[in-house]
Structure formats: C-alpha cells, structure tokens
C-alpha cells in the first residue's frame, strides 16, 4: 500500500442491515475505500481482484464462517488484518477465533465508536510500518524533512486530541454515574447502575454477581446480572468463593485471569472458564472496611483491559458509600 492510496477495508456480513451500518459507520473516514459482501463465497472473489488492507467480517456467515475467509485470504492473497464479529455467546467460537489472531474482536450489539477507533489505530499503524520500511539512507531534501516534521507534528496532535476527547467523555460518564447514584433508593438499583455503566463503556456482554457481608461478616450473593441474562445463583457463588479470599488479601480492583487458577474452583463450573476473565471490585467505604464486592466476568469475549480497571477504581468508593447509606 503506497502512502498516497487510501485504506481498503473489506466487510463481509450475510445481514444486508448490519452489512450496511458497517459500511456507513466507515464511511466518514476520508482515508478508507470500503467495499462489501454478503457471503464469504463474495468476499474471495474481490480479494482476489484486491486484496483488503483491513477484513471486517462476522462470525456466522450463511456460506462459510469468517474464519474459513481468514484462513482462505491467508492461503490466497496473504494474511489480511481482520476484526470479527459475533452475537453468539460461545466460548469455543470465541477461543478459534483468538488463535487467527485478529485485532478486535467484539459482540453484538456492537460498539461502533469502538470499531471506528480501531480502524483508525490500525490504518495508522500500517502507514507507519510503510514509512519506516520506506525509508532510505539518503538525507531527504530539507523541505521534505520539514513536511514530515509538520505530518508526525499534526498526527501526535489529532492523537493527543482524540486521547483527551475521549478522557473528558469517559469523566462525564462517571459524573453521571455518582449523581445517579445519590438518587438510589436500594442496593439493587446501586448494582444495576454499575453493571450499566459497564455494558455501556465496552458495548460487550458483561455478566457479574454482587456480593454484600452479612450479619455474621461473611460475604453473600445479593444479586446477579448479565447480558441476556444472568448465571444461576450456584453458578455466582462457585465462582466467587475463591476470589473471596483473593480479594481480602489483596483489597484493590484486580483483572483475573480465571484459566490460570482453574484448579480453585468447584468441579461443577470447571467447564465454563476457559477464556473468562474476572474484574474484581472491592467495596470500601471507609479505609479496612470492606463490606462487600463486585465480580463482573466475560466469557470469551475481548478480555478486561486497563480501561475497564481505572473505571473500576474510580467508581467503587461511590459505589461503596451508596450501599452503605442503604444499610
């Protein structure tokens, strides 16, 4: 890809609606030229014609999966930078997907400024990487330096600009958030409201459990959620009990990687965790006192990031105080 030419962006969906919300989604960015197919059948034969710079395809596609067009584009025409799409909630399908490798992978409903911001992460590492092969030992004409200068100048601007636009949207968020809380009358629309703040920042399937001390100071299930719906109530308390202990020794909001401790858990939900990551939050309202916590866990899904964690910290002392003034 020359530096002059645009980003081709390939999208492959049987759904002609979303194939369509893709498209117009990517439309408003001046450095793509978008194309689009309704089978994977489709999707080869323009690779061939041109191969995509960026493969944007769904899972379930009604000739093939996305993955047989990843691997045929790899044996074709080379390995083509993909994010893949799935509104199925499937553990395995998720796992085959993770070892193609692609650059995001995400769930309906999607989150499309989300999408954007990878497209654009990714149309700009690819400059990049064509720069830096492109370059030669030659010194450059000094106004060509300038005007290089003045590129990466503007670029290290727009990124800066996009990193605090985003930073201010995240910060009004969790304003809303805390006023939101002042008007909670129980413990739980305070957890509603904190899996909603969830749900609406990664756009993914979240699913959580809620746990509060009771009486005798042990920590109990007082409530569950998840996107289509929750876990059983055996399935949350078999989960939890060994993060319990995890989380009092070490009282701070903490990404787990649930595979990597597998053998702690009740036999019974063994099976279920591959590919899940827990963020768990503890609820302190006032320094060693912790009275109660909140497990949030995806199946599969693009796992926990450090984003997700800095919205965890900053939201669990509100988060905290509300369930206290409910006691």
């Known amino acids: 890809m020359h530096r002059e030419e645009k980003t081709h962006v390939l999208v492959v969906d049987d759904e002609p609606a979303l194939r369509g919300l893709l498209v117009d989604a990517l439309s408003g960015n001046g450095k793509l030229v978008i194309e689009s197919a309704g089978s994977g059948k489709e999707a080869l034969d323009m690779a061939q014609r041109k191969k995509p710079d960026?493969?944007?395809t769904d899972l379930s596609l009604g000739d093939c999966s996305g993955l047989d067009v990843m691997e045929n584009l790899r044996k074709t025409v080379g390995e083509v930078p993909s994010v893949v799409i799935t509104g199925r909630d499937d553990v395995a399908s998720f796992s085959e997907a993770s070892r193609y490798r692609p650059i995001?992978?995400?769930t309906k409903p999607l989150n499309i400024a989300r999408l954007q911001e990878t497209i654009t992460k990714e149309v700009d590492r690819q400059a990049n990487q064509h720069?830096?092969?492109?370059?030669?030992t030659?010194?450059?004409?000094a106004g060509m330096m300038v005007e290089k200068q003045l590129r990466q100048s503007c670029a290290e601007l727009s990124g800066a600009y996009r990193s605090l636009s985003e930073q201010i949207s995240r910060n009004n968020?969790?304003?809303r958030h805390q006023h939101e809380l002042i008007s909670a009358k129980s413990d739980d629309d305070v957890f509603r409201l904190f899996f909603q703040m969830f749900v609406h920042e990664s756009g993914q399937s979240v699913f959580g459990a809620a746990l509060v001390c009771d009486a005798e100071a042990e920590l109990r299930v007082v409530g569950r959620f998840g996107v289509p719906g929750p876990d059983s109530l055996e399935f949350?308390?078999?989960?939890s009990e060994p993060l319990i202990e995890n989380l009092l020794v070490n009282p701070q909001s903490q990404i787990i990687e649930v595979s990597e401790i597998a053998d702690c858990f009740d036999p019974s939900i063994q099976r279920f965790l591959p590919g899940m990551t827990v963020l768990a939050v503890p609820l302190i309202p006032a320094p060693g006192e912790m009275i109660g916590m909140v497990l949030l866990y995806r199946k599969g899904e693009q796992p926990f990031c450090e984003h997700d964690l800095e919205i965890a910290e900053r939201i669990s002392f509100p988060t905290a105080a509300a369930v206290r003034r409910n006691d």
Do not use: K, R, W
Request: hydrophobic residues 50%.
């Open 173 to 175: 968020h969790v304003i």
């Open 54 to 56: 960026i493969l944007i």
């Open 104 to 106: 995001e992978l995400m």
């Open 131 to 136: 720069t830096e092969a492109s370059e030669v």
């Open 236 to 239: 949350c308390q078999s989960l």
């Open 138 to 141: 030659e010194a450059p004409p």
